[in-house]
């Protein structure tokens, strides 16, 4: 459940009401007082600022539990989460000031001219002399924002301005937010195109199945910058990583498993393809209709290319039918589709990776006594699987070494990087996926990626680091 931090601005009536009754009314109401700011204070009325946590649902009423009281006058509310995004969350500043003619005539005219010129001459300069070498555009039109959907693209802007943050603040990437006014592939695949020259690379976010697929498809070949569709590879990059250290708990080789994953979109297509890629020899997709099996023929492009796999089985079935005897359940679809009796049908130590979000496919306290590992997308239980631990090291990596695209080599190597991150002595069942904070992981992920890129000749330039 999300909790949100509300701020209310409150003036009492000492004569009608003490601050007993403010703490009585929001307990009831569902919300924790977590601090108390006293405004002005007189001793017929006072006013204070009074901070409260609440579940997102609980929220309104806590502010109408102090309307009803007699005596209080609510003076305002604030919603701190609000409060973060006025004006927005990120901003642009110079690398250096421009204090005098001189400063001028460098960073403007006349003197930008000679290093457009350069430019001109030799494009490649563009990476040394403008920002391109550190720039990554976050391209969306609001079509699949993650549990709202469809928004559009100014209402997404606030998620693509929190992950150009992310990738700032934990790996020094400069990113913009797109937000296309458009849901033509055509109109969003030129449109990238057309800005592409300024930016190292290119993020796709929130763009709805199957359009996203053709959109990164076409961009990868058509332009020699990285394109990542991060809805599908970032969370396929940390799935794996997070089932490597998984098998390791339990004894299991990735060779020798059966993995189910439920929904067959953007995100459960990239964990298919990486599973295969990482070894896996017995895969089952599942969507609303049931497996996808081997041999069948399908409209759909991706499940037609899953169905041509030798390693997707033969068995068609329901999603309850298929999982009976697996050892990994992957879900990426909606939730409370599957029960402990479920679970129990699973082969022994049983791997269960359940991210639909906020409600996983099973809930986690009905699953825990029978899961031997559990995950989930959701920060308030163990092992999240969390996009973050991807996306900025592996630009930083692909920035640094100027590669022409992402490849699945690279892909790997990010995941077995954040892998890696959870030592042999700390790796258990509630502890296979380290934390976003963690620093090792933006140097280990920047690292794999980089040797990756090199070594599957996709680097155009070899980092002082690695030489």
């Keep these: 459940m999300a909790y949100n931090s509300v701020i209310v601005r409150l003036e009492l009536d000492h004569a009608k009401v003490n601050f007993g009754d403010v703490a009585f009314a929001i307990s009831q109401a569902g919300g924790d007082i977590t601090s108390i700011d006293v405004i002005r204070a007189g001793q017929e009325n006072s006013i204070r600022d009074i901070t409260v946590s609440a579940a997102d649902t609980s929220e309104n009423g806590v502010v109408e539990a102090l309307r009803q009281l007699d005596g209080i006058r609510v003076i305002n509310t604030s919603d701190s989460t609000f409060l973060a995004h006025l004006g927005g969350k990120i901003s642009i500043q110079p690398t250096m000031p421009i204090k005098n003619r001189d400063d001028l005539s460098k960073v403007y005219t006349p003197g930008v001219a000679r290093v457009c010129a350069a430019i001109s001459e030799n494009p490649q300069k563009a990476y040394s002399l403008t920002i391109k070498r550190n720039t990554v555009a976050v391209v969306t039109d609001g079509t699949a924002v993650l549990g709202l959907g469809d928004i559009g693209p100014a209402a997404a802007a606030p998620v693509m301005e929190g992950k150009a943050m992310l990738f700032k603040q934990l790996a020094d990437v400069d990113a913009f937010p797109l937000c296309l006014a458009t849901q033509d592939t055509e109109e969003i695949i030129r449109t990238i195109k057309a800005v592409s020259p300024i930016f190292g690379g290119i993020n796709l976010e929130d ?3 199957p359009r996203c697929f053709e959109i990164e498809t076409r961009l990868s070949e058509e332009l020699d910058i990285p394109i990542f569709h991060d809805d599908q590879h970032g969370t396929a990059v940390v799935v794996i990583a997070g089932l490597l250290n998984a098998l390791k708990v339990v004894g299991k080789q990735m060779d020798e498993i059966c993995v189910v994953v439920n929904g067959v979109g953007a995100a459960g297509v990239s964990i298919c393809k990486m599973l295969l890629a990482a070894g896996v020899k017995r895969l089952v997709p599942v969507d609303r209709e049931g497996a ?9 492009p991706m499940w037609q290319w899953l169905a041509e796999q030798p390693q997707v089985e033969w068995t068609a079935g329901t999603l309850r039918e298929v999982l009976r005897g697996a050892d990994v359940f992957i879900g990426v679809s909606r939730g409370g589709l599957l029960d402990a009796e479920d679970m129990r049908g699973m082969a022994a ?6 991210m639909a979000n906020p409600k996983p496919e099973i809930d986690p306290e009905e699953a825990l006594p029978h899961v031997r590992v559990f995950a989930t997308g959701r920060s308030d239980y163990p092992n999240q699987i969390n996009n973050v631990l991807v996306f900025p090291g592996l630009f930083r990596g692909a920035l640094d070494c100027r590669a022409r695209r992402i490849n699945e080599p690279m892909k790997l190597a990010a995941a077995r990087a954040i892998a890696s991150v959870v030592s042999e002595k700390e790796l258990n069942e509630q502890y296979i996926i380290p934390s ?4 090792q992981v933006v140097a280990k992920v920047r690292r794999a990626v980089i040797e990756a890129a090199i070594l599957t000749g996709t680097a155009r330039r070899i980092p002082p680091d690695f030489r």
């Design 436 to 439: 976003i904070f963690n620093e």
């Design 292 to 300: 996808i099996v081997r041999g069948e023929r399908y409209a759909h």
């Design 207 to 209: 763009i709805s199945s």
């Design 349 to 354: 130590d049983n791997i269960v990776f359940a």
